[in-house]
């Protein structure tokens, strides 16, 4: 059984393996780690709105491997904190795995409506609804002829709302221009607020606006959707868009594990941990990601982010095995806060600061930086122990330097 046992293998438990297994290894230190994730790929969830979702993975085992932690393919179904045991479902049936330290990494779901149709709805929340989402769009053309057949309707204009309606808007006319039917596309954001990604600050908004006019997306402000059907989409002003395609994006909320925990927990259902990422009132169970609400620099909190996963997994892991050896844990501090949305066709913008100061940068110039960040910055190193093992030392300020600008 491993000493220190690591939940989810996304971002934060991938590289909390990767911090534990670096700071034991310099110890030549005899304590266990191993992962706990029924996916046997880390999903790069941050690109999910792009056009190959199926592509966007990294199989685990390239990763833990070559740092020597191996991955249990199982399902966690519960923790008891008391007995220091995880209880999980895997291709064997049930089974216990006690721990000395936990590092909870199970990441965040999408909330799903409730409403008449919720279940036509499709997301980019994990990889397998945006492999069928993108099914789905290429069978369009194939589909009986009719209003509202290249129509879709996206819910909620928030970061990942924004991203896929711009990014929609050239991957819905790849689709339909081959068969001529290019003048059927529109892609329409539909949003409760008076306006579009009010968290994405007062500054970036004209740009947003922009780029959704470039684009073509239609936005409708302060409605709700009510029901869907397989024709059309009704809205809480008694309108309806003709549609056969509503991708939902708006509320996502931490792994329904940490309720199992004895611990205080935040509106996103994130559990409270100390500065060195310990869930507050547990001594032997860190969280990490999605799962963890951080302290940030000047009092924030982590976002639900790629961003802060990466480093809190880094923490997490190096501050489990800290505490096995007895050594100091590392505070956890991260990069200042930045944000980089993608806009499609329409290039990118770039905020930095909690304030989302606007980056007067030329739109080649973000939208590089995006590609950067999606196609290389937060994929790990792979079959490479030495350069995985360096990458899990995280130093505050020391990022990897920026691509030259394009275009
Ligand atoms: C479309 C989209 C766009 C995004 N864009 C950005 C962006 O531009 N920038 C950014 O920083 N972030 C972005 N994010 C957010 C980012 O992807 C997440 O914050 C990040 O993936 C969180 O990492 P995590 O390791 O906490 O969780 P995840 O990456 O969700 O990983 C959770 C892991 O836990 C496993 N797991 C779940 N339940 C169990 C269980 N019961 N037992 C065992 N294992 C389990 C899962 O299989 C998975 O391996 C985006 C997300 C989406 C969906």
């Known amino acids: 059984?491993?000493?220190?046992?690591?939940?989810?293998?996304?971002?934060?438990?991938?590289?909390?393996?990767?911090g534990a297994a670096r700071l034991?290894?310099?110890h030549d230190a005899s304590p266990t780690v191993a992962l706990l994730t029924p996916d046997p790929d880390l999903t790069i969830r941050p690109r999910l709105y792009e056009a190959d979702p199926a592509a966007y993975r990294v199989p685990l085992d390239r990763v833990l491997g070559p740092i020597g932690v191996p991955r249990i393919a199982a399902t966690a179904t519960g923790i008891d904190t008391a007995r220091r045991v995880v209880t999980a479902d895997g291709p064997e049936g049930p089974s216990e795995l006690p721990y000395r330290r936990l590092v909870l990494a199970t990441g965040s779901a999408l909330v799903r409506p409730r409403f008449p149709g919720a279940d036509l709805l499709h997301d980019i929340d994990t990889r397998d609804a945006a492999v069928a989402?993108?099914?789905?769009?290429?069978?369009?053309?194939?589909a009986p002829a009719g209003p509202g057949r290249f129509t879709v309707v996206v819910a909620g204009a928030g970061f990942t709302g924004v991203e896929a309606a711009a990014e929609l808007a050239g991957r819905l006319r790849?689709?339909?221009?081959?068969?001529g039917m290019a003048d059927e596309v529109e892609v329409v954001l539909v949003e409760r607020d008076t306006v579009v990604g009010r968290g994405l600050g007062e500054a970036a908004r004209p740009v947003i606006e922009r780029a959704l006019d470039e684009l073509g997306v239609v936005r409708r402000l302060g409605v709700t959707i009510e029901r869907v059907d397989e024709r059309a989409v009704h809205l809480s002003d008694g309108s309806a868009i003709p549609s056969r395609t509503t991708v939902w994006t708006a509320g996502v909320r931490a792994s329904g594990l940490t309720a199992q925990l004895p611990a205080e927990r935040d509106g996103l259902g994130r559990l409270a941990v100390d500065g060195w990422l310990r869930v507050r009132g547990l001594p032997e169970v860190y969280?990490?990601?999605?799962?963890a609400a951080a302290p940030a620099e000047d009092g924030h909190t982590v976002t639900q982010s790629c961003q802060h996963a990466t480093p809190q997994g880094k923490f997490a892991g190096h501050n489990a095995a800290a505490d096995l050896l007895g050594l100091d844990r590392a505070p956890f501090a991260t990069d200042p806060y930045t944000t980089c949305l993608d806009l499609g066709g329409a290039g990118a913008v770039l905020t930095s600061g909690w304030d989302r100061a606007l980056r007067?940068?030329?739109?080649?110039?973000?939208?590089?930086r995006k590609r950067a960040i999606n196609e290389s910055w937060i994929y790990p190193p792979v079959d490479d122990a030495e350069e995985i093992l360096r990458r899990a030392y995280f130093r505050v300020g020391q990022r990897r330097p920026m691509p030259e600008p394009t275009g």
């Open 1 to 18: 059984m491993p000493d220190i046992l690591i939940v989810g293998g996304g971002f934060a438990g991938m590289w909390a393996a990767a």
């Open 24 to 26: 034991l290894r310099a």
């Open 133 to 142: 989402l993108e099914r789905h769009l290429q069978a369009l053309p194939d």
């Open 174 to 179: 790849a689709v339909a221009a081959p068969r």
């Open 287 to 291: 969280a990490a990601g999605d799962t």
């Open 360 to 368: 007067e940068v030329p739109v080649a110039y973000a939208k590089a």
